[in-house]
């Protein structure tokens, strides 16, 4: 149940990153965010990647837990670059 409660804000946190570019918002909502909304997503996004390593350092150890922190943090960061790759697919299919 770690890796879950880990993985979850790694991937979330890294879809609000993304979110809080000027580029990606121009890709994926056709408008540019306000400059405060994009920090504070900018801000949410690395919270939950700080609150994602004391997950796992608290339930996994903080060894092992830091190890297991960059697992998931590298497939957060995979899927999100994925789903940044393949967006006119997604979009189309959320249009129908």
Excluded at 8 to 34: E, I, N, T, V, Y
Excluded at 39 to 54: D, N, Q
Aim: hydrophobic share 55%; with cysteine; net charge positive.
């Amino acid at each position: 149940m770690t890796h879950l409660f880990t993985a979850l804000p790694c991937l979330l946190g890294f879809a609000l990153l993304l979110s809080a570019m000027a580029r990606h918002q121009q890709d994926w909502l056709k408008r540019k965010l306000p400059a405060h909304f994009s920090r504070l997503l900018r801000i949410t996004g690395f919270a939950l990647l700080a609150v994602a390593f004391i997950i796992a350092g608290l339930g996994l150890g903080w060894a092992y837990g830091a190890v297991a922190w960059c697992g998931w943090l590298s497939v957060g960061a995979a899927l999100t670059l994925t789903a940044q790759t393949n967006r006119e697919r997604i979009l189309t299919l959320l249009r129908r």
